[in-house]
């Protein structure tokens, strides 16, 4: 197996006894944060745009920065959590989050909402893997482990469902501005319960920080989502994208090349000989594509076909976000009696549906219409969305936890990405196409939504097989491995 390919690393405990409800709600606080931040700017998008008088060519770039940015640095934040002490790393990334938000709350010109958001992008990289990191330490036990992980990853939910609402309230009593106030609050809430509670863990093994690997990483990463988000706009064959694409494989190559000649590798590329491993990190960047980039079309197909206000469209969302939480607290629990790839394979075939569901909706399709799609589809995603989280966890060696979290929680950024870019793509490419051919841009929009949501159910589908194929191999390989030892 996996772990077998490098040898546990003794990590000594600290002497404070480590309490791990306090841990956790330290750590779901600061996740929290990094997924409010990301529906609160699409919420507030068309009041920023209308205040600042942004163009429409620039105005993507304002939730496009904040995801830029965590998904290029999360992979290296998680070893330097193992590194320089997870409850640091996570302090300053709580620092950096609220950071940002202040910035956005005086922002008064789009280079300082771009700058805002990029802060805060540096804080939720920071947050996500040591965040996860601190209740892998905390919960040493792979079955309760399962618990906290559920519900750290419901915590998501949770953050893009209030997002859509402080929106909508700031906007209808306040400016946009006061939105981003919450983010300084909990990030403030989640620091200080880290202070009080969590205990400073980290690899004491004696090893030097991996800069080439830091840098090959972050830069390769960065120029990779710009292709996705720029090359969506502004054409995937452009010189400009050709030219990110081109240097993102050779950065990404070198930081190949690098970490496998290094003893002591930020990110154990080794691991991925074990199918089970690379199989976790593909689904759980499933999870996060179809969950984010299905959400992101039925905002804008809420807002620009049915005209909900900010508020109304948080309102609706509860169905989705509502189920997927509870959906994630209950995998907590099943995960014990049917374990991970169960409960992943079912979540991606009911996410599937959902998804289906929801791209069959019209323009005039009421709330009574969808709410079983986004109920159902909330579902899905909240049963895969942390056993996929903890599959790919259970599979690195004790004291390195953070280097798990940051690769996980980098292959769901990028999947997140995807969703965002490719989907966002596809439907503004089928958009353009119908609109001159029905005449009625609410037909069009509702029927480019639809297109992408077809997409998603693809990648939903695949992700299932990916996981039935993960559980056969599983089973065989236990089976094969089992077998001299019942000889012996």
Do not use: K
């Amino acid at each position: 197996m996996a772990s077998d390919l490098r040898a546990p690393v003794t990590e000594r405990r600290p002497a404070q006894a480590v309490r791990p409800v306090p841990v956790l709600i330290a750590a779901c606080l600061g996740l929290f944060t990094v997924f409010l931040q990301t529906t609160q700017t699409i919420g507030t998008l068309s009041a920023v745009q209308d205040d600042l008088r942004i163009a429409s060519a620039d105005l993507v770039w304002v939730p496009s920065m904040y995801t830029l940015v965590v998904a290029s640095c999360v992979l290296g934040a998680g070893a330097l959590a193992d590194r320089w002490g997870r409850r640091r790393v996570f302090l300053a990334g709580a620092a950096t989050m609220a950071a940002g938000a202040v910035v956005l709350v005086l922002a008064g010109n789009l280079a300082t909402v771009l700058a805002g958001q990029a802060v805060a992008g540096l804080g939720g990289a920071l947050i996500t893997p040591s965040s996860l990191a601190l209740i892998t330490h905390a919960v040493p036990d792979p079955r309760r482990r399962a618990g906290a992980i559920a519900a750290w990853a419901a915590t998501s939910g949770l953050g893009l469902a209030i997002g859509p609402v402080t929106a909508g309230l700031a906007l209808r009593w306040w400016t946009w501005h006061s939105a981003f106030w919450l983010n300084l609050v909990v990030a403030a809430l989640g620091a200080a319960a880290a202070l009080r509670f969590v205990p400073e863990s980290r690899n004491p093994a004696p090893q030097r920080l991996d800069w080439a690997g830091q840098l090959t990483a972050i830069g390769g990463l960065a120029l990779m989502v710009f292709w996705l988000i720029d090359g969506g706009h502004h054409g995937y064959g452009s010189g400009r994208a050709l030219a990110a694409a081109t240097a993102a494989v050779v950065l990404l190559a070198a930081f190949v090349v690098v970490e496998l000649r290094r003893t002591a590798p930020m990110v154990d590329l080794r691991l991925m000989r074990d199918p089970s491993y690379a199989a976790s990190l593909l689904l759980a960047a499933t999870v996060l594509f179809g969950f984010v980039g299905l959400s992101l079309l039925e905002v804008l197909w809420l807002q620009r076909v049915r005209g909900l206000s900010a508020l109304q469209v948080g309102a609706q969302l509860l169905a989705e976000f509502g189920t997927f939480i509870a959906a994630s607290v209950l995998a907590g629990a099943l995960v014990r009696r049917v374990g991970p790839r169960a409960l992943i394979t079912v979540g991606l075939l009911l996410a599937a549906v959902g998804a289906t569901l929801f791209a069959r909706v019209d323009p005039d399709t009421t709330f009574s219409g969808y709410a079983a799609a986004l109920a159902v589809f909330g579902l899905g995603c909240g049963l895969a969305n942390a056993p996929s989280t903890a599959l790919a966890v259970s599979h690195v060696p004790h004291g390195r936890e953070g280097e798990a979290g940051g690769t996980v929680n980098a292959a769901r950024q990028i999947g997140a990405v995807l969703g965002t870019s490719v989907l966002g793509t596809l439907m503004t490419s089928r958009f353009g196409d119908r609109v001159g051919q029905v005449h009625d841009p609410r037909v069009a929009f509702t029927d480019a939504v639809g297109y992408a949501a077809g997409v998603v159910v693809t990648v939903l589908l695949v992700g299932t097989a990916v996981s039935l194929a993960s559980s056969v191999w599983s089973r065989r390989a236990t089976r094969l491995t089992s077998v001299p030892a019942e000889e012996s």
